[in-house]
């Protein structure tokens, strides 16, 4: 994939003025996805950060050379509020960036996401961390389409085993908080004929089953099931083309412009849905609310509309 550049005129302080700003201002948004052949051109320059999410012991038995390793449940990614809605963006965000500097990221890094990459929910490690580097003010990321599992595939493709040696950095978090979606958002959205995207799979989204930690079955009221194992190819790693996409969002009912919002569980299948949605598709109106059916039923939302009732 080519890198999005910078053009400028010929005149000397036009020239000069854009490598001011280059240097002291934000890094410009990379592109959303990277593949594999854009991993190998790329492996060798500075200012590239891979954050690999193996278990410890796999991450030391081989990863991309140079990548660094993180843990999605246990860093602080996302954390238990104190009402015991489980996995939120985390309610005081220092440590996080702490977090991130020790990985050797600061805010002019290209930080690289690199998920196993064997199904869709494999790549939501990716695109619920891709999120929350958005909501921290972080443009410059990218998810590896296919995750680590397309860089395995090629047998040639390089591998370094071992723990890596990391300089930590300072993390400077400037939060969005037009990306933070509350209940109470959900509420005033749904009033206002908002359209809530349900991103579960269709036995969830039904009512026929249900998260553990939900208090009732079925789906916020008036929500249309877009399931994240549609938007990757067989449910894998792999992020379906444009065409694809925009026959599976005309399937679903679901617009491909206009403010909507994804939820599922806890923020995890719906932060697909809105990396899809936002970031492939280019709706910048679409929004995640993390709390999903867990805080909905957990704290009484409102209505639940369950399709499916077993006897």
């Not at 489980?86 to 990985?103: H, R, W």
């Not at 300089?167 to 958002?185: H, L, N, S």
């Not at 969830?204 to 916020?220: C, D, F, L, M």
């Not at 299948?269 to 957990?298: I, Q, R």
Request: with cysteine.
């Amino acid at each position: 994939m080519k890198s999005r550049g910078v053009s400028c005129g010929s005149r000397w302080t036009l020239v000069t003025g854009l490598a001011l700003w280059l240097v002291a201002g934000p890094a410009a948004a990379a592109d959303p996805l990277v593949n594999v052949d854009w991993v190998k051109a790329n492996l060798d320059k500075p200012g590239i950060v891979y954050v690999d999410f193996a278990p410890p012991a796999d991450f030391l038995r081989g990863h991309i050379p140079g990548a660094v390793n993180s843990n999605y449940a246990k860093d602080g990614w996302r954390e238990e509020r104190s009402d015991k809605v489980p996995d939120m963006l985390p309610a005081k965000l220092d440590a996080l960036g702490e977090t991130i500097g020790k990985l050797g990221i600061d805010n002019g890094t290209h930080v690289v996401l690199v998920p196993a990459g064997m199904s869709s929910t494999d790549m939501g490690v990716g695109t619920r961390v891709y999120w929350t580097f958005k909501v921290l003010g972080h443009d410059n990321v990218s998810i590896l389409d296919g995750g680590m599992a397309a860089w395995t595939k090629d047998k040639k493709n390089p591998m370094q085993t071992g723990a890596p040696k990391i300089e930590p950095k300072t993390f400077k978090i400037a939060v969005r908080k037009d990306m933070i979606v509350t209940m109470d958002d959900v509420r005033k959205a749904k009033a206002a004929g908002v359209l809530l995207v349900d991103n579960r799979p269709e036995d969830q989204y039904a009512g026929i089953n249900r998260h553990p930690k939900a208090t009732e079955s079925g789906t916020i009221e008036g929500a249309k099931n877009l399931p994240n194992g549609w938007l990757t190819v067989n449910g894998m790693g792999e992020f379906r083309n444009r065409s694809q996409l925009d026959q599976l969002y005309k399937v679903a009912g679901v617009p491909t412009t206009g403010d909507q919002i994804s939820f599922c569980n806890t923020g995890h299948w719906a932060s697909v849905g809105w990396f899809v949605s936002s970031e492939l598709m280019g709706n910048k109106k679409a929004k995640m609310y993390d709390g999903s059916m867990t805080e909905w039923t957990m704290l009484k939302g409102g209505a639940v509309e369950q399709k499916v009732k077993l006897q």
